[in-house]
């Protein structure tokens, strides 16, 4: 199931469980829309793969006890800040390769 992290990896801003601005990757690596598109340009920077917006778990027991009340969000802050330099270096690496081999 996922995790439904509570912030963005990158500047720690809140991202609660109904946020429309929380993104992530398959590993659920979890960012702001604001650091996907201004700093990591769509390019997870712990797997070097892409994003997709997260979807909103209903805070409602719509059906079947799927909801929040029986499976809460996350409360365990990642907070690991880019390492810049690193990162230019990941995509510099992604981008020498052809797309079908990344
Ligand atoms: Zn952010
Ligand atoms: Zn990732």
Request: one cysteine or more; charged letters at 25%; aromatic letters at 6%.
């Amino acid at each position: 199931m996922l995790e439904v992290r509570p912030t963005c990896e990158h500047c720690n801003k809140p991202l609660p469980p109904d946020a429309l601005d929380a993104r992530i990757c398959t590993y659920e690596c979890t960012f702001c829309a604001d650091c996907v598109d201004r700093v990591l340009g769509n390019v997870c920077a712990n797997c070097g793969g892409g994003f997709v917006p997260r979807p909103v778990r209903p805070r409602t027991n719509w059906k079947g006890d799927n909801f929040l009340g029986k499976d809460p969000a996350s409360t365990n802050v990642k907070h690991r800040p880019v390492d810049l330099k690193a990162y230019a270096e990941l995509v510099a690496a992604i981008g020498s390769l052809p797309a079908d081999q990344r």
